[in-house]
């Protein structure tokens, strides 16, 4: 895939990304993704049908669909009957994933947090891997930074390698880039984008936030997740009563200790005190709600300064 940008923009359920950011990034020079996770599946096949018909024929759409979730292979499959430019998997791997990719003609990349994983997925038939680091938003792989991995990573494998967890800045991507990255992936940056499809309400979270609001808590994935500091974070971080209102029965392992798919949903419908509002360690340094356009004008000029 050839790119203005070497910009993938991560993809964020339930509801964050979808086929407006989506299309927005990939008509801007980078590649736009669809979060499948927290839609049906034929709400998924009209995003990617939507995103298609908004995005000129030079731009690239993706979906990111997780494996720990129990409707991953009917996801995965749907996408790759809508002839997605490619898939992007997290939360664990499979064989068949890459088979699936493979028989489509359409590559298939992995979110990893060591070598190791780097290394069996580029066995299985991975395309890439994204590399992503403890600064990441939402559900965590490592406590490691990203760039204590990413050299472990490039020198695993000989697939392309993409940077994930805190890049921000244009600077940031430089320096991916000179640690041997084939570019990287950027999800905060784009919440707080006119285009994004999370409410205002999300994203005024993220403008508002400071250094001191982010939270660390153990999600019912068994991995620890960085959100926002509100209401429900203070309840999970101090009730041992907190019990679930509704369960969306979302995944193959949980702990039944809350239902993380309907506190996401809880924010996209617009209450972002009373549901999760994951977010990168680094939202604090965004202030303002940008064009997708203006954020790529702004990554350009930083790359420029950063590499002159």
């Not at 203005?4 to 990034?25: D, H, N, T, W």
């Not at 994983?117 to 792989?141: K, Q, T």
């Not at 039944?256 to 309907?262: E, K, P, Q, S």
């Not at 509002?277 to 990554?299: D, H, M, P, T, Y």
Request: glycine content about 10%; aromatic content about 6%; overall charge neutral.
């Amino acid at each position: 895939m050839i790119t203005e940008y070497p910009i993938i923009q991560g993809g964020m359920g339930v509801g964050i990304s979808l086929s407006k950011l989506a299309s927005a990034v990939a008509n801007a020079g980078g590649i736009g993704i669809i979060s499948g996770t927290g839609i049906s599946v034929s709400e998924l096949r009209s995003h990617i049908r939507k995103a298609k018909t908004l995005t000129k024929e030079s731009g690239y759409i993706g979906v990111n669909v997780l494996f720990a979730m129990n409707d991953f292979a009917e996801k995965m499959k749907a996408a790759l009957e809508e002839k997605v430019d490619f898939i992007i998997s997290g939360a664990g791997i499979s064989r068949d994933m890459y088979a699936w990719g493979k028989k489509a003609g359409i590559p298939v990349l992995s979110i990893v947090s060591s070598a190791k994983l780097a290394r069996i997925s580029e066995r299985l038939g991975a395309a890439a891997v994204v590399v992503e680091g403890f600064e990441a938003g939402g559900h965590l792989g490592t406590d490691r930074p990203l760039f204590d991995i990413l050299p472990e990573v490039v020198d695993a494998v000989q697939i392309p390698v993409i940077a994930a967890g805190g890049i921000l800045t244009g600077a940031d991507i430089a320096r991916a880039i000179k640690f041997g990255a084939a570019g990287v992936q950027m999800g905060t940056r784009f919440v707080a984008s006119e285009e994004c499809d999370a409410p205002l309400t999300f994203k005024q979270k993220y403008i508002e936030a400071n250094e001191e609001d982010l939270k660390l808590f153990k999600t019912t994935v068994g991995l620890n997740g960085r959100a926002i500091s509100n209401h429900f974070t203070q309840l999970l971080l101090t009730s041992d009563k907190l019990r679930i209102t509704k369960c969306q029965d979302c995944l193959k392992n949980c702990s039944y200790r809350f239902c993380t798919l309907d506190s996401l949903l809880t924010s996209m419908n617009g209450d972002a005190e009373n549901g999760l509002v994951f977010a990168g360690a680094r939202v604090g340094e965004i202030k303002e709600i940008l064009s997708v356009r203006q954020i790529f004008k702004n990554l350009s000029r930083e790359y420029a300064e950063a590499t002159c």
